[in-house]
């Protein structure tokens, strides 16, 4: 059987931050004794990343001495920029950036939020760099266990689907490890992960994260008040979600209810992966 972490051609490796891409980077590594020369990773941060997530990224980088180039979108001409550890936004820059930009705010139905921040942004870097890069092409982490997300690419961009690889597999990757990241595993899923209150999580899921710091929804309530402010949108531009309370009244909620997680909804599955 082919090896499917095997690096043939020109290929970006989507790195999210989150376990399961981190995992997908180690198999990669280990099957081509380390990145080959037309293996590229990249981490694109939309500055709403927990803190842990980008100390992970970094701690990969470290760990495994392999080169991770760190992008954000920006305005202006270019259109992207090259960041570190030090230097990546913390305050959701980028992503307020790219919403004064589009004048209107992302939404299930309509998520520039992932073209832009992430897949445009890593397509613009690797043409400056003279790659003939197909933006649909990158590899990208979704396990054998995710298999609606996986019905949607090409096999040749999953290749943890390929080998079978399940969230069971990856966790127990990650406890064998000296680091990890460090961000709660709930049943195989971390749901702290990528942008920190994405309108594509679960509403108990929300309100939970809210709870447990409500500094979190302080950034996603002033996007919706500044648009809705600007009095250009009334529908679904001038809300992340139509169909739940704006973020400042569920910050307003979950300061004083329960724990939520026990509650089940599914979130809706995003380019980001985990």
């Known amino acids: 059987m082919t090896d499917p972490f095997k690096i043939t051609e020109p290929t970006v490796i989507s790195f999210s931050g989150g376990r399961t891409s981190g995992y997908m980077l180690w198999r990669v590594l280990q099957s081509n004794n380390g990145l080959p020369s037309e293996g590229i990773v990249c981490f694109a941060n939309t500055g709403k990343e927990d803190e842990a997530t980008l100390r992970f990224v970094k701690a990969c980088q470290e760990n495994w001495n392999v080169p991770i180039v760190w992008l954000e979108y920006q ?6 920029k090259v960041v570190d550890f030090d230097t990546a936004s913390r305050n959701g820059e980028p992503f307020e950036m790219l919403i004064e930009y589009k004048k209107y705010l992302p939404n299930p139905v309509t998520r520039f939020c992932t073209a832009e921040l992430k897949i445009r942004t890593l397509n ?82 929300t309100l939970s994260l809210i709870q447990e710091k409500p500094d979190r929804a302080i950034w996603w309530a002033k996007m919706e008040t500044k648009i ?45 992966g985990d």
């Open 228 to 272: 809705q402010s600007s009095g250009q949108f009334q529908g679904d531009g001038a809300r992340f979600r139509k169909d739940r309370p704006s973020y400042a009244r569920m910050m307003n909620f979950a300061q004083t209810q329960g724990d939520m997680f026990a509650t089940e909804e599914e979130s809706i599955a995003c380019y980001c």
């Open 75 to 80: 305005n202006g001409e270019k259109r992207y």
């Open 124 to 205: 613009r870097y690797l043409k400056d760099l003279g790659w003939e890069h197909d933006e649909n092409s990158d590899w990208i982490g979704i396990r054998a266990d995710e298999p609606r997300r996986a019905a949607k690419v090409d096999k040749s961009r999953v290749p943890l689907f390929v080998d079978g690889v399940t969230a069971k597999d990856v966790g127990a990757f990650w406890k064998a490890q000296p680091f990890d990241l460090e961000l709660p595993n709930i049943n195989g899923k971390t749901f702290h992960g990528n942008c920190d209150l994405c309108f594509l999580k679960g509403y108990p899921q």
